[in-house]
């Protein structure tokens, strides 16, 4: 009998509500590190995020990637060290041995004032919309992805046995940057097209937004070599892990490799966050593992990787 495998989905209402029973958050700390150590994804229940604010969410991206080219264009990512605004379909290629992603993006992250712009770090180009429609739903949406990343580092840790003590520097000023994505139909059969093309994420912790029913997401399963389709459910996120988490983790937690193709007719939504960590910050898994490698060089190669830059000769400006 073949199994289907299928990426866990845990309930998490039991650990991040304040009256949960000990044993009960034990069973879910248990849930997921399994689940990451076996896939290195996980599909969320119980997050604490409305389900009204998520719609709307998938509506400011409509909105946003709905404005005209130009204006678009000018609120354009590359010019900026925070690596805030947009890009092109194209520009990102995730998968270097096959075409250009078919995907337009829009980061947002932490407001940090234009006087301390570094890598990563610096203020947000909001596009000229009504608040209701994009500025004051997105802060606020934010704000939920924030705490639910902390809840999630929280049970990564103590999964491997640590104290959440060990995550002081991690949550100094975390990274967390959220990518509104837009994937234009699929209609080409041309088999180096993507929609995002095979890749590990970079960082942490990712927790993806899909617009419900618009199914693309794929998870590659090593010991059986199968794409796993992730389907795009309301009310349910996908949390998976970076390589940074793997590598600080020596693999206990997986980042594994995932791709997009759009096959799910009209265009398709979604919007992952990103969360790093304090650009400073080293392995919080393993304090004083003799890895200096910092948050920030590790996601500024990857990044110069993926978009072809050389991240370190842009200009500090905003
Ligand atoms: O759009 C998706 O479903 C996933 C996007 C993704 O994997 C990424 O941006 O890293
Ligand atoms: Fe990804």
Redesign the pocket.
């Known amino acids: 009998m073949t199994v289907q495998h299928q990426i866990p989905t845990i309930d998490l209402s039991d650990y991040l509500t304040k009256d949960s029973s000990p044993e009960a958050r034990a069973r879910i700390i248990e849930e997921v590190k399994d689940a990451c150590s076996r896939y290195g994804f996980i599909q969320i229940k119980g997050h604490g995020v409305p389900v009204d604010l998520q719609r709307k969410i998938i509506g400011c991206c409509k909105t946003l990637f709905d404005l005209p080219q130009a204006e678009k264009d000018a609120l354009s990512l590359k010019k900026n060290v925070s690596r805030r605004g947009y890009e092109r379909i194209g520009d990102q290629t995730?998968d270097s041995k096959a075409l250009p992603d078919q995907?337009e993006?829009f980061y947002i992250g932490r407001e940090i004032p234009p006087n301390d712009i570094s890598f990563l770090r610096g203020p947000n180009q909001w596009p000229e919309l009504p608040e209701e429609n994009f500025h004051g739903p997105i802060t606020e949406y934010y704000k939920h992805m924030l705490s639910l990343c902390n809840g999630l580092m929280e049970i990564l840790v103590i999964g491997l046995g640590h104290n959440p003590a060990v995550l002081g520097t991690f949550m100094r000023e975390p990274v967390c940057n959220l990518?509104l994505?837009h994937?234009p139909p699929h209609n080409s059969t041309d088999e180096r097209l993507f929609?995002?093309g095979a890749?590990t994420?970079?960082g942490g912790i990712?927790i993806?937004l899909?617009q419900p029913g618009k199914n693309?997401?794929q998870v590659y399963y090593e010991p059986t070599g199968e794409w796993l389709p992730?389907p795009?459910v309301e009310d349910v996120f996908?949390v998976?892990l970076g390589d940074l988490v793997h590598k600080w983790t020596d693999g206990t937690y997986r980042s594994t490799v995932?791709?997009?193709i759009n096959a799910a007719g009209g265009d398709?939504y979604?919007?992952?966050c990103?969360f790093h960590g304090d650009v400073k910050a080293t392995n919080p898994f393993k304090p004083g593992d003799g890895n200096s490698e910092t948050v920030e060089e590790h996601i500024r190669n990857k990044f110069d990787q993926s978009y072809g830059t050389d991240s370190r000769q842009v200009a500090a400006t905003a």
């Open positions: 995730l995907k993006g990518k994505l994937y929609g995002a890749h994420d970079f990712t993806l899909q693309g997401l992730v795009a996908v998976n995932h791709r997009v398709r979604s919007v992952p990103f």
